[in-house]
């Protein structure tokens, strides 16, 4: 299995632009995680996703901040409009039985607003 | 009160010795512990977890876990230089709200010294 895949690795924008985020979870998981690490504030969890479904999205910042997952396959998290406190590393975690066998987590995307 | 604590450290060890690395959670209905390596620009990694009271051993890991004192602990025995990173508690904190997801703490820098 080629495990949680994450794109871009690296994205760098203006202030007020759209970003898009994209994850592609382990085959036959059914959780899904968004999680944003800082240095300040560490690993925070911003939403996440059983079977499609959302289940928790307190910790989404503000309305800027939008999740979808289409399918078992792919999700996306989209800032619309971006602003410069937005800049950390996104990562994306997939999950079967999270109980007994914790996340995988993506390579993350690196995000910079300027 | 942080709901999962640890210490940030560095905590410097040389080569060959015992790393004790600490955690404690602040909600006693806690079920699942978990221990993530995370090397400097990479993702987390997942090393153990660990459910029940008492230790479990993996190799040089060893988890503990006290529930009655809201503790968890990660010891790495025979120190190597690429043990350095930082290492991340997370736990799948109790109740309803709480769900299946998982609450990191802010990580403790590890660093061998060869």
Redesign the interface.
């Known amino acids: 299995d080629a495990g949680v895949i994450q794109s871009p690795r690296h994205e760098v924008t203006e202030m007020g632009q759209e970003v898009t985020l994209r994850c592609k979870p382990i085959s036959g998981h059914d ?1 899904l ?1 968004w ?1 944003r690490q800082t240095m300040m ?3 925070e ?1 911003l939403i ?1 996703f ?1 079977n499609n479904v959302p ?2 999205d307190s910790g989404m910042p503000e309305d800027r901040f939008s999740a979808k997952m289409p399918n078992a396959s792919f999700s996306t998290l989209k800032i619309q409009p971006s602003e410069p406190r937005d800049s950390a590393v996104y ?1 994306c975690a997939s ?1 079967y039985k ?2 007994a ?8 995307t690196r995000l910079t607003v300027v | 009160q942080k709901e999962v604590e640890q210490n940030s450290g560095p905590l410097s060890v040389p080569e060959g010795a015992i790393a004790s690395l600490n955690c404690t959670y602040s909600d006693r209905g806690s ?2 512990f ?1 221990w ?1 390596r995370q090397y400097s620009g ?5 090393i153990m ?1 660990i ?1 029940s009271n008492g230790d479990k051993e993996d190799g040089r890991f060893t988890a503990q876990l006290n529930k009655a004192s809201q503790y968890v602990s990660l010891l790495i025995r025979d120190s190597q230089p690429s043990d350095s990173a930082t290492y ?1 508690c ?1 736990v ?1 904190l109790g109740g309803k709200s709480s ?9 403790t820098r590890l660093a061998v010294r060869p």
């Open positions: 959780y995680f999680y504030r560490g690993l969890l996440y059983n289940i928790d990562f999950s999270i109980r066998a914790g996340y995988t987590f993506g390579s993350g | 079920q699942s978990f993530y990479k993702s987390p990694e997942l977890f459910y991340l997370a799948n769900g299946d997801k998982l609450t990191f703490g802010t990580g």
